[in-house]
């Protein structure tokens, strides 16, 4: 397969300054505003090349944005793989060994497996576990618009309609399927558990709009649950696009294939052919349904592709 090379708009910087927290845990700033209120995190770098996070965190603690209410942590998560970043190869810092957005189920964690993501998630454990509400930045390879996603609680969708940019959101009613998720660990993943947790996609991994997606993304859910005074001029909740994650597709075989060029939101009919994976094929499971998340470069374990249907 061939593939072009992404533009590169905006590229790592030197984390160095950013290594001494304050809760005894690398990487990881906690400030308490001294007033009730609720305890938020601003999670970036789960993925070591989603930059738009890197530089959404450090614009909040650069410019020294403080909570108005509550306590505010903002963390950086896999540093590691982020460090490992080479500009002629930049998709594949993505991870030093295991997916750390898939690693937060209590068997992975309390498991006898190493590895730098498995280490780095049982450090941060606490630092998610003590937080009220989480958003998790992310980005995608290929440049689409920017969406939400989110286990399909009331409380999370209440939340992303309200904030309303992006107004795209990927509700997921069992789960991803293919691992926990940082947003699904603990009280987070389950119905009754209370707390907000959305993961923000905010386009092309290296597209400075998607560095500014980001970053108006943690100023509005900070605005959201009062740690901050809300951005003047950011457009009122308008129309919102929201999609149901019906399966994800895991590449099997090293012969994986498209059917036909996919960027991501491209519609097939019910049982229109998406994709061949040796002799197994995946077909659309019901009218408009639509994949997000495609893969750029399949690799054998790791998601293809996620199909869903307009809610």
């Known amino acids: 397969m061939s593939l072009n090379p992404p533009v590169l708009e905006v590229l790592p910087r030197d984390l160095s300054a950013y290594r001494t927290g304050n809760v005894g845990i690398d990487y990881v700033h906690r400030f308490e505003s001294g007033k009730p209120g609720p305890h938020v995190l601003i999670n970036a770098l789960t993925h070591g090349n989603e930059i738009c996070g890197m530089v959404a965190a450090t614009h909040l603690l650069d410019t020294g944005v403080r909570p108005l209410i509550g306590t505010l942590t903002i963390s950086f998560a896999n540093v590691a793989a982020y460090e490992s970043f080479d500009q002629s190869r930049p998709?594949?810092?993505?991870?030093?060994?295991?997916?750390?957005?898939?690693?937060w189920s209590a068997a992975e964690l309390d498991g006898s497996a190493e590895s730098p993501e498995l280490n780095r998630a049982r450090v941060m454990r606490p630092v998610v576990a003590?937080?009220?509400?989480?958003?998790?930045?992310?980005?995608t390879s290929q440049?689409?618009?920017?969406?939400?996603?989110?286990?399909?609680?009331?409380?999370?969708?209440e939340a992303a309609m309200a904030?309303?940019?992006?107004?795209?959101?990927?509700?997921?009613p069992g789960g991803l399927g293919s691992g926990t998720p940082l947003i699904q660990h603990g009280r987070h993943g389950q119905a009754d558990g209370g707390g907000v947790a959305l993961v923000v996609e905010c386009g092309q991994h290296f597209l400075q709009s998607a560095a500014d997606v980001a970053t108006a993304a943690a100023l509005d859910f900070l605005a959201h649950f009062g740690?901050?005074?809300?951005?003047p001029g950011r457009p009122a909740p308008g129309a919102q696009r929201r999609y149901e994650l019906l399966e994800t597709c895991m590449v099997r075989t090293p012969d994986f294939a498209f059917a036909r060029p996919v960027?991501?939101?491209e519609v097939f009919a019910k049982d229109e052919l998406i994709?061949?994976?040796?002799?197994?094929e995946i077909r659309a499971l019901c009218d408009d349904c639509t994949v997000l998340m495609p893969t750029r470069e399949p690799i054998v374990g790791r998601e293809a592709v996620y199909l869903t249907r307009p809610l």
């Not at 937080?131 to 980005?139: E, G, W």
């Not at 904030?163 to 997921?172: E, K, N, Y």
């Not at 740690?227 to 951005?231: K, P």
């Open 275 to 280: 994709a061949t994976d040796g002799t197994h």
């Open 163 to 172: 904030i309303g940019q992006p107004p795209v959101h990927l509700v997921m």
């Open 130 to 139: 003590a937080a009220d509400h989480i958003l998790d930045i992310h980005s």
């Open 263 to 265: 960027n991501g939101f």
């Open 143 to 157: 440049d689409v618009q920017p969406f939400w996603v989110y286990p399909g609680y009331p409380r999370n969708a």
């Open 91 to 103: 998709f594949e810092s993505r991870q030093l060994v295991h997916n750390l957005n898939r690693v």
């Open 227 to 231: 740690l901050v005074e809300a951005t």
